[in-house]
């Protein structure tokens, strides 16, 4: 299975905007070369993680080996390398791709080119991956496409005289991909007589055999029970399993330049084996690492804390075991005047955070109040000093810092003309800075706009989808950070300040948020049997205040007289609701109020 020569080797990836067909002509193509059958088809073999079903979308990439035999007669061995296909993943996506020669660029042909679509395109151009467009979804009534053709000419500047017809659903062109994929994308450089070198592009943790790791072979080879090493985390092993996947694993005994695959070692954790990292040969290693590793940087931090206090322990648990599958998680313990014990943890984007919290609730059953996201800022104090704030509420005084500076990104938004002018004010309400706007083909547009991350991290991607009724698409990255008047707005609920309700702010809006946010927890914490004054504060001084009147009702009081049951109902939906409340002092306070700055009014 493993002599095939290098160059009858074509590993490639597909890149794709989310729903425009990846998976599905994944899935056709492994069909197709007989890799899985149409039984084993039913399951989706590339999206197999439950909650990526879920949400239609992948966050964990794999690949798949595939025979092949080409038109001219000969034997192709055809690796396909998934990408996730989000924007948090971007580090991952950038290492499958240069694990990879070519890349199949999947637009659909009823759509047109999407912003997540160019980022990717973007890296593989970087990488210099051979790119073979395919238009998909030709078989619906409303495919143009010599629109999208056009399209993708106009902004990428890519040749689409050899693009490809398709459609993953009803089998159209496959045999094209399949044929192109020989043809256009370059076989592997023979390296095989180099000292081993091998890209990791992904791991999992498995309990039983400890962390899979899959890997291209850059120069060089491997087998089965040597002994490697990582060149950056310097760890060594002994490799007990070696295999490719095909895409389940089928165990061999050795692999070369060129080809992808897998090995378990007994690796704790998947932090000793990060993607980016190389694998050598520890009796002769290679000199240099493959280069472009970089750390994973959590951009995103929030605070857990368990609703019940005695769930402490089970959520470090549960963290511990999420974290050995998830290298790019970062946690630590936090504590809160108003909370008591948590975590203050950190995360690569908005949608990494949001898969976290779900796992923890789902897989884990526990009951989290969760803060509400803040980025990292640079706090210069007047002693020189600089710190790196990931938690409002420890932002030292006004009188002992120099400067606070926060991280920019660089935001490319993709939409029908039409939503221009909304997506623009949603931009300058978000202290945007106008950059780039361009006419595409059909009445798109593109717009480019700097803006602070904290103003993208709290609902901006729901108001993008929201204000161009889901057809604007958008991509960010980080460009840096810049030097900002920002202050600290403190929110008090009874009188007592609430660290964790603490956020950042811009001076100029200071106000405006204060006010919106206290109106909204008015209305997000229930009536108690006493007033609650609510306040918001910059410092010592009160901007903006409120209160919740005293409960006057009881709430039994609304059912009819005798009946039982519906009293039983009443009181088990407000047990229910209590689930997800925290008691600061006397005062229950709802998950949602935390989250309230997520849902205030466009200020
Ligand atoms: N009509 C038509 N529908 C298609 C075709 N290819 C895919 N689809 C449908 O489009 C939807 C999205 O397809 P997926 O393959 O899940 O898209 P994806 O790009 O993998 O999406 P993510 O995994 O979320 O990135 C599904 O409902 C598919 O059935 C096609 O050629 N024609």
Do not use: W
Request: include cysteine.
């Amino acid at each position: 299975m493993t002599d095939v020569p290098v160059s009858r080797i074509r590993n490639f990836s597909i890149i794709a905007h989310i729903d425009h067909g990846k998976s599905t002509l994944a899935d056709r193509l492994l069909q197709t070369t007989g890799t899985v059958s149409d039984r084993q088809m039913k399951e989706q073999f590339l999206d197999n993680m439950e909650l990526e079903r879920e949400r239609g979308i992948t966050i964990k990439l794999q690949a798949a080996r595939m025979n092949y035999q080409g038109k001219d007669g000969e034997q192709y061995v055809l690796n396909l390398i998934d990408t996730p296909g989000h924007v948090d993943f971007s580090y991952e996506v950038s290492r499958s791709l240069v694990a990879c020669e070519g890349a199949l660029l999947v637009v659909d042909a009823s759509q047109g080119v999407e912003a997540q679509t160019l980022a990717n395109v973007y890296l593989a151009l970087e990488h210099d991956l051979e790119i073979i467009p395919v238009l998909n979804k030709i078989d619906l009534p409303g495919a143009e496409p010599e629109r999208v053709i056009s399209e993708i000419e106009e902004i990428i500047g890519l040749d689409c005289s050899g693009a490809i017809l398709a459609s993953a659903k009803e089998g159209i062109g496959i045999d094209e991909i399949l044929e192109s994929i020989v043809h256009l994308v370059p076989p592997p450089q023979d390296t095989i007589d180099q000292p081993l070198r091998a890209l990791i592009f992904d791991s999992y943790y498995d309990p039983y055999r400890g962390v899979i790791v899959y890997f291209r072979v850059m120069d060089g080879s491997v087998r089965t029970g040597e002994k490697v090493r990582l060149m950056v985390s310097k760890k060594e092993y002994e490799i007990d399993e070696l295999g490719v996947l095909s895409p389940t694993q089928i165990q061999v005994e050795q692999l070369h330049a060129g080809e992808v695959g897998y090995i378990a070692a007994a690796i704790k954790t998947v932090e000793d084996a990060r993607v980016g990292d190389t694998i050598t040969l520890a009796a002769e290693p290679a000199e240099k690492p493959l280069p472009g590793y970089k750390e994973a940087k959590p951009m995103v931090f929030c605070g857990l804390f368990p609703t019940d206090a005695d769930q402490y322990e089970d959520l470090r648990e549960a963290l511990n075991r999420l974290k050995l599958n998830d290298s790019a998680l970062n946690y630590e313990p936090e504590t809160s005047s108003a909370m008591g014990f948590g975590f203050r943890c950190g995360f690569l984007g908005l949608l990494h955070m949001e898969i976290v919290q779900e796992r923890l609730e789902r897989e884990y059953d526990l009951d989290l109040i969760i803060t509400a996201p803040s980025v990292v800022y640079r706090v210069t104090n007047m002693d020189g000093e600089v710190l790196e704030i990931d938690n409002p509420s420890l932002l030292p005084p006004p009188q002992q810092r120099e400067k606070i500076e926060e991280p920019y990104v660089r935001i490319e938004m993709i939409t029908p003309e039409t939503y221009v002018g909304t997506l623009m004010e949603l931009c300058q309400t978000r202290r945007g800075e106008f950059k780039d706007m361009r006419y595409l083909t059909q009445g798109r547009t593109t717009l480019v706009y700097e803006l602070p991350l904290a103003e993208v991290v709290t609902d901006f991607f729901d108001q993008l989808k929201s204000r161009s009724r889901g057809y604007a698409s958008m991509e960010y990255h980080l460009i840096g950070y810049q030097e900002n008047t920002l202050v600290r707005l403190d929110v008090l609920i009874n009188g007592d300040p609430v660290d964790s309700l603490a956020m950042i702010v811009h001076r100029d809006k200071a106000y405006s948020v204060g006010r919106a946010l206290v109106e909204k927890l008015r209305e997000l914490i229930p009536r108690h049997q006493f007033k609650i004054p609510l306040q918001a504060s910059i410092g010592s001084r009160v901007i903006a205040s409120e209160h919740i009147p005293a409960l006057r009702k009881d709430v039994l009081a609304k059912c009819y007289g005798g009946d039982i049951s519906r009293k039983k109902k009443l009181l088990q939906k407000q047990a229910k609701g209590k689930k997800r409340m925290k008691s600061l002092g006397t005062v229950d306070v709802p998950q949602e109020a935390f989250m309230a700055v997520l849902r205030l009014e466009p200020q």
